[in-house]
């Protein structure tokens, strides 16, 4: 089984900068690409940044130039530098990657880590 386990999520004003950090663990193969979503209440599951097993990035145009994804696939972990946040980013944000585990391909699910920005 595979786990995603995210952290550095918080409280934080808004101008202000947070990191989220996701790892990966269990019997993986590789990994493919990874990526970050977020959930406000009452609003659907969005995709915010995804990289690529080679470093390939792309970002919700709101997030462009505030937010940098990145990775270090010798830890299997994902990263997200949110800068310059503002009251809207506040969400609930998920980490999800594509894993081959043998030879079968599977999408997993991190559990969610609340970022709230006050304003």
């Known amino acids: 089984q595979v786990q995603l386990v995210e952290s550095g999520g918080g409280l934080v004003q808004a101008g202000g900068s947070l990191r989220l950090s996701c790892a990966a663990s269990?019997?993986?193969?590789?990994?493919?690409?990874m990526g970050w979503y977020r959930q406000a209440p009452g609003k659907q599951r969005d995709l915010v940044a995804v990289?690529?097993?080679?470093?390939?990035?792309n970002y919700v145009d709101s997030v462009k130039g505030r937010f940098t994804i990145s990775r270090d696939n010798a830890k299997n972990t994902v990263y997200l530098q949110m800068n310059s946040l503002k009251p809207e980013d506040t969400a609930v944000y998920y980490c999800?990657?594509?894993?081959?585990?043998?030879?079968?391909?599977?999408?997993?699910w991190g559990q969610g880590t609340q970022v709230t920005v006050s304003s």
């Open positions: 999800n990657a594509n894993v081959d585990v043998g030879f079968t391909r599977r999408n997993y």
């Open positions: 269990g019997i993986i193969f590789s990994i493919n690409d």
């Open positions: 990289i690529s097993s080679g470093g390939s990035t």
